[in-house]
């Protein structure tokens, strides 16, 4: 089975702060996702890397960076965390062949102080 | 419009069928999905169909796909209070890149 394990299920932080979201996916996938979920509005893709040291940005990038320095580890970084950014926080793998299904990690619920 | 569009709330009673409807953009969509997401986790592939095909069925759930109004739809027969969830309907437009989301179906069941 492939596992998507996130860093952190709960996180509280402050206003200014820098945050690191970790994902990890043990099934050597080529694409990884990161997404928000908010009330009403669904997943929005902040970031998208397609292989290692490649990103690229999605609908909602800013405010936002990421990292991809091995295949199977993919980072979420807030520079500097405001309110705003209180969220539910989804990591996603993918193969990049084939039925094109996506694995979610359990989430990360971000709270900005 | 660009988006994957669903209705946001559907309520029914235990034993009763459910059916969850979801309309997507691009007829080129290669595969569609459909997502549940239990209170506080992640995404789970509940069920999928391969754009050739019209209908799917596993067990309780039935996918039809109506490809001419580019409509999708989720029936669980026999709604339990353990599918009590949100439902995210998913099309695949291009290989490569994200899927796109609808904005969630959340399902309550009341017994």
């Known amino acids: 089975d492939v596992k998507v394990t996130q860093s952190s299920r709960y996180l509280v932080k402050r206003t200014g702060e820098k945050v690191f979201l970790e994902c990890v996916q043990d099934m050597d996938h080529e694409n990884m996702f990161w997404y928000r979920q908010d009330p009403g509005l669904g997943l929005r893709l902040i970031y998208f890397?397609?292989?290692?040291?490649?990103?690229e940005k999605g609908d909602i990038p800013e405010g936002y960076s990421v990292s991809r320095e091995k295949k199977e580890r993919f980072s979420l970084i807030l520079e500097s965390a405001s309110t705003n950014q209180t969220s539910m926080y989804l990591c996603?793998?993918?193969?990049?062949?084939?039925?094109?299904?996506?694995?979610f990690g359990p989430g990360t619920r971000l709270t900005v102080l | 419009g660009e988006d994957v569009e669903q209705s946001l709330f559907l309520s029914v009673r235990e034993g009763d069928s459910s059916v969850i409807n979801c309309t997507y953009t691009d007829s080129s969509s290669t595969y569609l999905y459909w997502y549940k997401q239990e209170p506080g986790a992640g995404l789970q592939l509940l069920t999928y169909?391969?754009?050739?095909?019209d209908m799917k069925q596993d067990q309780r759930l039935t996918v039809l796909l109506n490809k001419k109004d580019k409509h999708l739809s989720l029936r669980i027969a026999d709604t339990q209070t353990g599918d009590s969830a949100i439902y995210f309907c998913a099309e695949s437009r291009q290989a490569g890149t994200a899927l796109i989301f609808g904005k969630g179906t959340t399902l309550s069941v009341s017994s």
């Open positions: 996603a793998s993918r193969e990049g062949t084939g039925r094109n299904e996506q694995f």
């Open positions: 890397s397609y292989d290692v040291k490649m990103k």
């Open positions: 169909i391969f754009s050739n095909m």
